[in-house]
Structure formats: C-alpha cells, structure tokens
C-alpha cells in the first residue's frame, strides 16, 4: 500500500530535500508541501495523507498548534516530527499533542523513512536519546498497583486489558488483529471502550497509564517505541 505525506517545514531546502528523499521510495508518495500550518490543515482536508511530517517552527500557527488541529480531523493524520528541539517539554508536549514519532533534524534519511511508514502503521517511533531518557524515566518510577492508584483499570474486560498490553508494547492496530485471531474494526472498538474507561486522549496517554498503572509491568525495555520497521 502507499503512504501519502505531506510534508511541512519552513526551510525551502528541508522541504525540497525531504521531497527529494521521499519521491525515491517507492511505497511512499508526496502529496505536497509547505511551510504554513494553516495551509496544512487545509491540504490535510484536501489530499487526506495518511502521515504528516512536520518541524514545529511554522507560519500563521507553530507545528505543535497545528498537531493539535489536525487531531480532530476524521480521520486526523498520523504525524511524524522532525525537529531540532529534544528538550524534556518539546518532547511531552509534542506526544500529547497526539504525534506518533519524533526525530530530530541529525535523522538519517533510513530513519525517516522507518518513522513514516512507522506512524502509517499506527507504530510509535523516537529519537534513541528520547527513548532512552523514557526507559529511565519509567525505571525510577515507584511501583504502583492498579487496584489502588487507578480503580478505573479494574474496569476492563480481560479481553481489553489484553489489547492495551499489546498496544502498549507498540504493536498496531492491524498487528493485534492478527495475533487474537479478531477483526481490526474489533480491535478499534476495544480501544475506543478502553480510552473511554481510562479516560485517555490518545495512544501516548495510554501506554503512559499502561505503565504506571501496573497494567502491564516494566522488563527493562520500556514500551516499543525505539526503531523498528513497520
């Protein structure tokens, strides 16, 4: 299947690269570019790419406001961010917004291929010293147990429990189908139950409680969201 991109970044020698880079791979096509978050945001209505690849640095509205916008479009795009920023409030910032990966602007082009076709796949995919810093983040954090510090999990059927494990340890929509032997339209609707349950926005914020809920327990690798072809 081909993954339609559009691609945001207010350098004309990023986007024109970018484009470059892209029109060589044969699985993805560019459906266009710009530098204006706006203009985005209508060609996002227009075009329906299935993943946006944007730096937060952009005309009319930032990169992060524009996340945000898109995230309410039906169906909203997965986004991909290349920027130059890894600081600890880009990063949060940026995965509440609702992006699927992070890169930073030393990316190698193999690299924001795989996070492309990563975030297609419904995947997440980081920088390594961001995913890094989150596996160390999660071990220092205390243990918890769900029962007490998050009633809302023993809500779950056992079969939604079971999905958000597996969507948490960064398998996609269409990965969960297989293994359970269910429909993916199943699987959505399993997630839907189970944001509603937790009251969580998006897959971030799920495979955060995931964690810190003691749903699923940390092996040392932290959630799947290091580099990993979809």
Partial sequence: MTIRALICDELPVVRDGMRTLLDAVPDIDVTGTTDNGMEAIMLVRTARPDVVVTDLNLRTISGLEMIRRLGKEDPPP????????????????????????????????????????????????????????????????????????????????????????????GMSTEDVARELII?????????YRVRTKLGVRDRAELVSLAYRSGLIQSDGRGPDLDKRAS
């Avoid at 975030?119 to 890094?132: E, F, I, S, T």
């Avoid at 429909?183 to 997630?191: D, E, I, K, Q, W």
């Fill in 78 to 169: 997965n986004i991909v961010v290349f920027t130059a920023s890894d600081a600890d409030k880009t990063v949060s910032d940026v995965l509440h917004a609702g992006a699927s990966c992070l890169l930073g602007k030393d990316a190698s082009p193999h690299e924001l291929v795989t996070a492309i076709r990563a975030a297609a796949a419904g995947r997440a995919m980081l920088a390594p010293n961001v995913a890094q810093r989150l596996v160390t983040w999660f071990r220092e954090q205390p243990e918890t147990t769900a029962s007490t510090q998050y009633p809302e999990v023993t809500d779950l059927t056992p079969r939604e429990r079971e999905v958000t494990r597996m969507v948490a340890r």
């Fill in 183 to 191: 429909g993916v339209a199943t699987v959505r609707t399993h997630l």
